[in-house]
């Protein structure tokens, strides 16, 4: 059997090894376009701060892991799919041939419509290679530009204003992570920035970068409200698109993404999705969506890799949820968060010591939640929601304090 | 023979002597709330509950981890976490639905049950043998593991 996998990153690893670890004979063919061993690019912002080098990334840090599996990695570009026929085609013309294959090719960085994306020192945050450009462009002098404060772009402003002069934040809506914070959240989170010195500007586009060489660096982001932010660095985060392009006339149904059933089938037999690239099944919703998540990732690849050794294994449904920390506010949002109808929520906040918690429930499950300055127990909040616990007593518990959530739990798993 | 926690709440009478075994062995402070190991107060039924890590065979947290910093411990099946490796990402925190991966903010990294090597603490602690340290196949971690299979969150594989 002939398994190949197109992409290196989480969901590709791990699928990999689940099938070597199901299937001892197999050929299984591991294909990457970066030129680096498989790595995690969810690590990049611990290495612009300087907690750990580019080998930190790695996804495996054991010498020989990969030959020690015999999991072939090698380097190549597809271009092209005949899923008819059984082939894929790398860039140079090679073909491929493969009985199952994963697409676990990831998504690309968006770019915001406005002229200057060419000009030096402007860069996304996505791979390696851009951490080093990135990196080289730190300094205490260095004056930074963030243009985009969704998921990702809170996640690099830590690094980034650890290392930097000044560090100004441009978000067009009208709030932070405007899609896992409700208002409460964004308010506390604008806050909390300012407080460490980071202007955060919401409700604010970015019309042009220009070259412009002052004392505050070799260009300026120019806004919609006419001001100019000088800049020495301009750092990009403003959404991915799933890497779906190669596929174009292979027939394979995509839309956002590669559209795949429970068993990360997509519409080809024995041709597979998994990860960021994918648009799978939402636990939530019972809706197709693409949840651009590291636990997604790996958890696809896991499933789609069981299918691919035939045991017809069904996966649920990824729960969209997060966790990052936004200079040092930790913050967390799963699931159905914004409430369904008809459901009832249980709030606490504590404006003063930046803590909130938001539960949502559907009858007498909880559905969603979104928290503010919560380390301790998170996970079960997903345990609860993935388990359709129904709460019965607890429920009316934690509408009056939702901080109990983690007790609510035990009492079930142990009674 | 793997060994795993055995715990049986019926026996706690909440002396909080896991909790501060755990934290002082493994953080250096008598520090309840750096304990891996929590006792849960039920007040209005008068019940204690320790609970901590089951070492789970899924490891969602091991899993879902970046950068290969939660690792298996051949010797007695504990997920373990590298302090040297992790980035503090927590994505664990949220992947393990146990609730049992807990921020450290004060280290920057994580901190689970890992066993103590395989020589727990809070079972050598516990006065009232609530927590006691004993071969996998018997443990009353069963009980708790079917609920936890319920969860699956994963795939339903068929065997
Ligand atoms: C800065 C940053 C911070 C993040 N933080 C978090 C976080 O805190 N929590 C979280 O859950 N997620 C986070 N993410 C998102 C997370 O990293 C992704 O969800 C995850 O990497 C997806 O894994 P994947 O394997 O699907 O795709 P990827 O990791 O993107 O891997 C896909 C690989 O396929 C390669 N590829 C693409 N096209 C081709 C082709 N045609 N041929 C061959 N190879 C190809 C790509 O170059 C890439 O190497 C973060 C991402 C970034 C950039
Ligand atoms: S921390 Fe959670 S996911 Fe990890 S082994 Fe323990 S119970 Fe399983
Ligand atoms: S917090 Fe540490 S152990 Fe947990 S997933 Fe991130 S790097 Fe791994």
Redesign the pocket.
């Known amino acids: 059997m002939q398994h190949v996998i197109?992409?290196?990153?989480?969901?590709?690893?791990v699928a990999a090894e689940t099938l070597r670890k199901g299937d001892r004979a197999a050929d299984i063919v591991l294909?990457?376009?970066?030129p680096e061993p498989?790595y995690?690019?969810?690590a990049?912002?611990y290495v612009l701060e300087g907690m750990i080098e580019q080998s930190g990334t790695y996804l495996r840090k054991a010498q020989g892991h990969y030959e020690d599996l015999g999991i072939q990695y090698r380097q190549?570009?597809?271009?092209a799919l005949a899923a008819a026929d059984g082939t894929l085609t790398?860039e140079g013309g090679e073909a491929v041939s493969y009985d199952r294959l994963l697409i676990?090719?990831?998504?690309?960085p968006l770019s915001p419509p406005v002229p200057g994306l060419d000009l030096p020192g402007v860069h996304n945050?996505?791979?390696l290679a851009d951490c080093r450009e990135i990196a080289a462009l730190l300094g205490d002098d260095a004056n930074v530009v963030l243009i985009g404060a969704g998921?990702?772009g809170c996640?690099?402003m830590e690094a980034l204003a650890k290392r930097c002069g000044t560090l100004s934040v441009v978000e067009m809506e009208d709030r932070m992570v405007s899609r896992m914070m409700d208002a409460t959240a964004g308010g506390m989170l604008e806050r909390w920035c300012a407080a460490k010195d980071i202007r955060v500007l919401t409700s604010a586009r970015v019309t042009a970068i220009e070259a412009a060489k002052g004392a505050g660096g070799d260009k300026a982001v120019v806004l919609d409200s006419g001001e100019r932010l000088d800049a020495h660095l301009v750092v990009l985060a403003v959404g991915v698109a799933p890497?779906i392009?190669?596929l174009e006339g292979s027939g394979i149904r995509t839309d956002h993404g590669v559209l795949v059933n429970e068993h990360l089938e997509s519409s080809a037999a024995g041709v597979f999705a998994?990860?960021?690239?994918?648009q799978g099944l939402d636990f939530s919703t019972g809706e197709y969506s693409v949840h651009?998540?590291?636990?997604?990732?790996t958890e696809?690849?896991r499933i789609a890799a069981l299918n691919m050794l035939g045991r017809r294994a069904h996966y649920k449904g990824s729960l969209n949820m997060?966790?990052?920390a936004t200079v040092g506010l930790v913050s967390s949002s799963f699931g159905s968060w914004e409430g369904v109808a008809g459901g009832d929520s249980g709030v606490a906040v504590d404006e003063d010591a930046f803590k909130y918690l938001r539960l949502e429930f559907e009858g007498d499950h909880l559905v969603g939640a979104l928290g503010l300055g919560l380390t301790d127990h998170v996970g079960v909040i997903r345990g609860l929601i993935q388990n359709r616990t129904a709460l019965a007593e607890w429920k009316e518990k934690l509408l009056e304090n939702p901080h109990r959530v983690m007790e609510a739990y035990v009492a079930h798993s142990q009674t | 023979m793997q060994k795993s926690l055995h715990i049986d709440p019926d026996k706690c009478t909440g002396c909080l002597q896991c909790e501060l075994a755990c934290s002082h062995v493994n953080e250096g402070v008598f520090n309840p709330a750096k304990s891996r190991i929590k006792v849960f107060n039920f007040h209005d039924q008068g019940r204690m509950v320790p609970y901590t890590c089951t070492q789970c065979d899924e490891a969602w947290c091991m899993q879902a981890c970046?950068v290969d910093a939660i690792t298996l411990d051949a010797e007695t099946g504990a997920k373990v976490v590298s302090d040297a490796l992790c980035v503090g990402?927590?994505?664990c925190t949220i992947a393990c639905p146990f609730g049992t991966v807990n921020y450290n903010a004060s280290t920057g990294k994580v901190i689970k049950c890992d066993l103590c090597g395989g020589d727990p603490e809070c079972a050598k602690a516990c006065p009232t043998a609530a927590i006691t340290y004993v071969d996998a196949n018997w443990t009353g971690l069963d009980r708790m593991r079917q609920w936890a299979a319920k969860t699956d969150a994963g795939a339903q594989a068929e065997a």
């Open positions: 197109v992409g290196a990153g989480p969901a590709g690893v294909i990457g376009d970066e498989p995690s690019r969810m990049i912002p190549g570009r597809a271009e790398l676990a090719t990831g998504a690309t945050c996505w791979t998921f990702i996640i690099i890497n392009g190669f998994a990860g960021d690239v994918a651009a998540i590291q636990p997604t990732a696809h690849g997060n966790v990052l | 970046p990402c927590k994505v």
